[in-house]
């Protein structure tokens, strides 16, 4: 069973067979020999093989290590040198195409294999390990919230779209550079960049910190290795600036509640301690209160009337005029007044007095928007 394709880029007809024949020994299968630099780019597309073995020397005016770029650019194959120069420069600009290994002519054929065993092996490390990148930066941007994971220098090592976002950067771009220099620009807050520059503890860090307006609740997570050393950090942030002005808006309601709650119970016991009746009505003339001076006289109680049409306490042989249309067509601050006959519990006439105010919204009084109307019942005497 072949361990895999080897493409075998040589100038030389009796080297390169000579390569192959060995390659064939320890099991591996050879597609296609070549001479030259298009044509090892070519046959790499046409077998994508497991690993080039490319000699710097070749036909033609590409050499190996260009053509070795562009097979690594176009289809990402590993390629181990193969030359008989072993001069600095040459092998400084060989290595600056990241190859997976120099062999240096003439070849050894245990040398060859286990350079080949090694390039193999660390093509798959390098596989498994964007592998896994490509797995976190998929798993990060499973959620809204910003992700991020850093080294203990700070070096950015996955980001989401999220807080790559919040940076202004793209996602590729801010990989491998370090966050502190996100702080100069605020990206990211004086409290975070802190936390994270003295973050040594493997304990959750939690704060609460405002970039450019926004609010976040952010999260730094340390992560250990076997012996329990930290080695990573993440850091997770949530946007909690609806929540903060959600909260901030039911913290001023609920004061502003307090304080009718607390201005409504003065005018209650005020109002109570009136020797008058005295009647609240809505904006469209149904009692939502009375006080204890009403209840008291006329021996009817508040449940009795609550909700009912002021004209209601009318007695049948009460001449003054209170109808829907007082309130629906109401425009000015200017009191009503006249002489008014209720009827009491017992269906007795009672001679009263009345006069009626609007009691204006505080926040549209500009617009003579009334709240309330409250009437004040007087014995007529």
């Known amino acids: 069973m072949s361990k895999g394709q080897i493409l075998v880029v040589e100038d030389e007809f009796i080297t390169a067979q000579d390569i192959k024949r060995s390659l064939v ?125 850093l080294d203990l220098e700070g070096k950015v090592l996955a980001i989401n779209d999220a807080f790559a976002e919040r940076l202004g950067k793209s996602p590729d771009s801010i990989q491998n550079t370090i966050i502190y220099e996100f702080f100069q620009t605020g990206g990211i807050s004086k409290q975070l960049a802190e936390e994270l520059v003295n973050y040594r503890k493997g304990t959750l860090i939690h704060i609460e910190e405002e970039i450019k307006g926004e609010k976040y609740d952010t999260r730094i997570y340390p992560a250990v290795d076997e012996f329990g050393v930290v080695t990573t950090v993440a850091v997770f942030c949530h946007d909690i600036t609806l929540l903060k002005q959600t909260e901030s808006d039911l913290k001023s309601v609920n004061e502003k509640l307090t304080s009718e709650k607390e201005h409504l119970l003065l005018l209650n016991a005020a109002i109570n ?4 009746c005295a009647v609240l009505t809505d904006t469209v003339g149904n009692i939502v209160y009375v006080n204890a001076t009403f209840e008291k006289k006329l021996g009817i109680s508040f449940a009795d009337v609550k909700g009912k049409f002021i004209a209601e306490l009318a007695h049948p042989e009460n001449m003054y005029h209170l109808s829907k249309d007082y309130f629906l067509n109401y425009k000015t601050e200017t009191d009503s007044s006249g002489n008014f006959m209720v009827k009491n519990k017992y269906g007795v006439k009672v001679a009263m007095s009345i006069k009626g105010k609007a009691v204006l919204d505080e926040e549209m009084s500009g617009r003579m928007h009334p709240k309330y109307f409250l009437f004040v019942l007087r014995d007529r005497l």
């Open 25 to 149: 020994r320890m099991g591996y299968d050879v597609p296609a020999t070549v001479d030259n630099g298009p044509g090892a780019i070519e046959k790499a597309g046409e077998h994508k093989p497991d690993l080039v073995l490319m000699d710097i020397n070749l036909i033609g005016p590409m050499n190996g290590i260009e053509a070795a770029r562009e097979i690594r650019k176009r289809y990402g194959i590993p390629v181990v040198y193969l030359t008989a120069q072993s001069d600095d420069a040459t092998v400084e600009k060989a290595a600056s195409s990241d190859p997976f290994g120099y062999i240096i002519k003439p070849l050894e054929e245990r040398t060859l294999k286990t350079s080949i065993q090694i390039a193999l092996y660390k093509h798959a490390m390098e596989k498994k390990l964007k592998e896994q990148e490509r797995t976190i930066r998929t798993l990060i941007n499973t959620t809204s919230d910003g992700a991020l994971l």
């Open 273 to 276: 301690n009136m020797s008058d």
